[in-house]
C-alpha cells in the first residue's frame, strides 16, 4: 500500500515519546536528550509501537517540536524522518485549538488518528464533526504511547478496512 493511501497517523511528541511525571526510580525504557538546552526523557517502548504502526499508517509529525522532530529523532531514537504538520501563527477558528488549522491543511478529508496528551473539548468537538473518520487517541505523559493505545490503533485501523 503506498504511504498516501494508508490513514495519517499524526503524533504529538511531549507525553507521547517525551515522558515527563513518572516516578524517577522506576523510569520506563528510554534515553535522555537535550533539545536546544531542554532535557527531554525519550521513551523506547514509544519509539517501538511507533515503528509497527508506521507499516499501516502515514506518520507526521504534530507538535511543537517541529523541524526539532526530524533533526534530533531519528538519531536519538530511530523513528522519523517523518513529514510535518505546519502550524501558523493564527489557529484559524476564534477559539480553536492551536494545531486543528494545521492538521486540516495536512489530512485534507483523509482519515486520521491523531495521538496526543493533550486533546480537549475543543479538539474532541472537531473530531466529531470532522467528513474523514478521525480517531483521538489520548496518552498519558508518565507512559507515553504503550501497547494498549497501539493495539487501539491497530483495530482502528483494521474496522477502516484499511
Known amino acids: 500500500m503506498r504511504p498516501?493511501?494508508?490513514?495519517l497517523l499524526l503524533v504529538d511528541i511531549d507525553g507521547v515519546l517525551s515522558l515527563w511525571g513518572f516516578d524517577r526510580a522506576a523510569a520506563p525504557a528510554g534515553t535522555w536528550c537535550a533539545?536546544?538546552?531542554i532535557i527531554h526523557f525519550l521513551s523506547s517502548a514509544a519509539a517501538g509501537h511507533l515503528h509497527a504502526l508506521a507499516e499501516r499508517f502515514q506518520p507526521a509529525w504534530?507538535?511543537?517540536?517541529?523541524?526539532k522532530a526530524n533533526e534530533?529523532?531519528?538519531?536519538?531514537?530511530?523513528?522519523?524522518?517523518y513529514p510535518l504538520v505546519s502550524f501558523d501563527a493564527n489557529p484559524g477558528e476564534p477559539g480553536a485549538h492551536w494545531k486543528l488549522q494545521g492538521i486540516d491543511t495536512h489530512a485534507g478529508r483523509r482519515p486520521l488518528a491523531w495521538v496526543d496528551d493533550a486533546h480537549d473539548e475543543r479538539c474532541r468537538a472537531w473530531?466529531?464533526?470532522r467528513p474523514a473518520p478521525t480517531l483521538?487517541?489520548?496518552?498519558?505523559?508518565?507512559?507515553?504511547l504503550t501497547a494498549g493505545e497501539s493495539e487501539r490503533l491497530l483495530r482502528w485501523v483494521d474496522e477502516?478496512?484499511?
Do not use: I, Q, Y
Open 4 to 7: 498516501r493511501d494508508k490513514p
Open 35 to 37: 533539545v536546544e538546552g
Open 62 to 67: 504534530c507538535s511543537g517540536w517541529e523541524e
Open 72 to 81: 534530533h529523532l531519528p538519531r536519538a531514537l530511530g523513528v522519523g524522518p
Open 127 to 129: 473530531a466529531a464533526a
Open 136 to 144: 483521538l487517541m489520548p496518552t498519558d505523559p508518565a507512559t507515553g
Open 160 to 162: 477502516l478496512g484499511a
